[in-house]
Antibody, heavy 126, light 111 residues
């Protein structure tokens, strides 16, 4: 059974750096064909993809946030960490991590967020 | 990059069928998978359709997905609507460089 859980500070001040940790079980980031991503959702608004990291340490970032994000993995501890610098009140959101399943089917490559964590609300305020 | 546009809200009665559209702004809708997730109030998202029309185990066959190249859009159809289907639904896709895009979400009301 795959489970993911996000952890991090519930409140950060503007200009500070946010560090979020995704702790997961039921899969390993040393196994080919998996990844972990981060998606956020401001209150009452839509989901927004932020970044994801693959088993081989390849990474992808949202173009609009790339300069502020860093994603990394700790394979021994089954954790993925996302840092976001220069936090602003507009970054107030629930941050989700999700298990990314990557596979080949019908001679094509596919990936999708198969399992999601419960999310953690981060408020940016002075 | 492209955008995915969904209707803000739809509503239908229990037992009826509803279709939610997701239109891709540029590039072919068929060039990359479209997935759909359901987010009930106060809960995290769960996938109901992946790879355009595949259903994860546990998702009832009342949920179906399709794409239409002529309108460059994907659709999520829910038949035999139940009150428990009331939720926000998001389409998602990614481009050739594996950058993901989420639609703006559609609020389904079952009244």
């Amino acid at each position: 059974q795959i489970t993911l859980k996000e952890s991090g500070p519930p409140l950060v001040k503007p200009t500070q750096t946010l560090t979020l940790t995704c702790s997961f079980s039921g899969f390993s980031l040393t196994t080919a064909g998996v990844g972990v991503g981060w998606i956020r959702q401001p209150p009452g608004k839509a989901l927004e993809w932020l970044a994801h990291i693959y088993w081989d340490d390849d990474k992808r970032y949202s173009p609009s946030l790339k300069s502020r994000l860093t994603i990394s993995k700790d394979t021994s501890g089954n954790q993925v960490v996302l840092t976001m610098i220069n936090m602003d009140p507009v970054d107030t959101a629930t941050y989700y991590c999700a298990h990314l399943l990557c596979y080949d089917s019908s001679a094509s490559y596919h990936e999708y967020f198969q399992h999601w964590g419960q999310g953690t609300l981060v408020t940016v305020s002075s | 990059n492209f955008m995915l546009t969904q209707p803000h809200s739809v509503s239908e009665s229990p037992g009826k069928t509803v279709t939610i559209s997701c239109t891709r702004s540029s590039g072919s809708i068929a060039s990359n998978d479209v997935h759909w997730c359901q987010q009930r109030p106060g809960s995290s998202p769960t996938t109901v359709i992946y790879e355009h029309y595949q259903r994860p185990s546990g998702v009832p066959d009342r949920f179906s997905g399709s794409i239409d190249s002529s309108s460059n859009s994907a659709s999520l159809t829910i038949s035999g609507l139940k009150t428990e289907d009331e939720a926000d639904y998001y389409c998602q896709s990614y481009d050739s460089t594996n950058h993901w895009v989420f639609g703006g979400g559609t609020k389904l009301t079952v009244l």
